[in-house]
């Protein structure tokens, strides 16, 4: 069937025209319409094909609908008024669908948010802007203090890899800049960073950290020494293992390592996924390691089709045992990280805003602690876990879930844990622009390290030689 999505000339339609394209059940495209009754585009629709429908998207609500518009037959338009739309973009898209007879999607929402946060800017003056800030307990900072490290924490929303260590007996968090920055990955001397299109490689310079000013207040310097272009593979988890680095191609739905050649290496992918393609069919994102192998993935979904974990997401995710390819646990809301810490396995129910203690054997989950927030990264020092939380104020992928309808305002940032008890210890909040979390990295035995970013002067005059 085709659809028109039509306006007034001026009238920007290109974004719900996007929203509707994402069902394959329909044809879109746009047109402009002004108030004449013989105006070429009525005419057009009006004996374009049998079932060509119509979607007017109206200005405001005081605009009148095209006298050439409502010539047409009944059941062929529909009339959505864009300031409504922007507000209630679910409930909108719901009526469209049910009157173009289509299935609803979540991921329609996408396009419309977009253009409401763009609405929202213009009518600030210009570009939503909220600093970079952040709160934290008095023991957050002495539990770091306690485990004698520092945290990596990256938000690919705001484009920013976090460091969070401490100054001066209290919390500071560093912000600094790669493009849409995902997966961490820690080893001795060296941080692996997924992002949009490229895994970085940093490696710690100790000469270089003893002369940053003032002397001797950094005890590390990670500088990017390599990159290596995989392409918008959607990466998520990154690990080592086996002396190599492991990655989520989430794109691909598959677990794949690196080499000189190639965008990357496709190593293992769940056996209900027939064909490596960019389609994102289980929405596969998390590793564990365990014995210096990858040994558990997470996936939201069991899916072949593309995107197809999107429906079932609430309820649909599992664990599965890389080793073996079968399913260890099932009935998982959007799980993410799992981790293996103290001979126990670790994984977050993210849509439940939960970290829990998984048992592959008996194919279960315990829940530790149950947090306010999308629980999405996680690391541990000792006897404490720290997990991100995200607000996940996009409804296009997060709506719909337990977290969602839990009372109370969700939080960004890194919450710790107790493990022990489940009892939070302390918790460093994001304010402002800052609204998604997705990986928690700990710096071992780093107090107060440097991070290098591409561009960055001390990049530039920083050398390695042998």
Known sequence: MAVFVAGAPGIATAFLAESLATSRAIAVATVAIDGA??????????????????VFLAADAGELTPPGLDALAPGR???????????????ELQRVCRFLEIAYDQAMLGPVERAGR???AAAAGGELRTPLTSASTPSFGETLERTAGSLLISTYQTNRLVCARIRDGAVNTHFRTYDKPMGIAVAPGRIALGTRNEVWDLRDMPRVAAQIEPAGSHDACYLPRRRH??????????????????LVATAFSCLATLDDTHSFVPRWRPPFITALAP???CHLNGVAVIDDR?????????????????????????LIDVGSSQVAIAGLSMPHSPRWHQGRLWLLESGRGTLCAADPAAGTVEIVAELPGFTRGLAFAGQTAFV????????????ELPVTRRPGERQCGVWAVDLGTGAVSGFLRFDGLVQEIFDVAVLHRRR???????????TGRAYALP
């Open 294 to 318: 990858p040994a558990y993935v997470t996936a939201v979904g069991t899916t072949d089709e593309p995107g197809g974990w999107r429906p079932a997401k609430a309820g649909g995710g599992v």
């Open 388 to 399: 991100g939380l995200s607000q996940i104020r996009e409804s296009a992928t997060f709506g």
């Open 37 to 54: 009754r013989d105006d070429p585009a009525r005419v057009f629709l009006d004996g374009a094909l049998p079932d060509t429908r119509c």
């Open 118 to 120: 763009a609405a929202r």
């Open 279 to 281: 389609e994102d069919r």
């Open 448 to 458: 107060f390290p440097e991070i290098g970013e591409p561009g960055d002067p001390l």
């Open 229 to 246: 272009v995989t392409g918008d593979i959607a990466v998520h988890d990154l690990a080592f293992a086996g002396g190599e680095l492991w």
């Open 77 to 91: 338009w529909c009339r959505v008024e864009r300031p409504r739309l922007l507000a209630e973009p679910s409930d």
